[in-house]
């Protein structure tokens, strides 16, 4: 059936428009679930090859803290994900700067490379945004 | 830009961290207890009317209104309806729902 064009055609309309898509992450990780919510919602959008960017404000930082062990709490640790991201080509994570520095934390201290970028900039980057959700 | 926020300024940071967020002359829609942020004479107050200058500040009325807070706005917020909101949605390019 390799004559057959229509197929092709729409392969091209599903693939046609990617999308700024920004996901905002104010929750310590394990007291509520938003921050594995957030995580799961960003791995299935990664699914879709949307421009993708992680943003980590307040105590959303906390979720890229190093060394979280979660065995004597019985939930899942899901901070390594955080690290699997690149393989998702989710590269784009941004931390505030005045977040971290009020929580004695320095970029050192997470599982991940990220950019930190001051509130004004970081407002410039949501600002810049098709679709912000916020967790 | 237009930002929501739903929680009450005294409970949450949300209200706060939007103020500090929202750039000049996007628009900022106070729900549900939210609303508690748009109301004269609270420890916030001040921040809110500061903001005004450069953002345009909205509250669902029907949520005010549900809390007993009729009278209490702050002048100069606007207060719109459910049709309202659906406005504001469709004016602005993008949202931003604080939580």
Redesign the interface.
Known sequence: MSETTGGVEMDEDVSGVIKKFLY?N??APYGTI?ALESLEVVLIAAAFDQDVSLVF??DGVYQLAKGQHTKTIDVKNFSPTYRALEGYDIEKLYVEKESLEARGLTAEDLIVPVTLLP?AE???L??G????L?? | MLHTVNKSPFERNSLERCLQYAKKGSAILLIEDGVYGALKGTAVTDKVKKAMKNVSIYALYPDIEARGMQDKAIDGIRLVDYGGFVDLVAEHRNVHSWL
């Open positions: 905002v104010r929750k938003y404000l307040d509130a970081m407002a410039e949501m600002d945004q098709d679709i912000v916020s967790f």
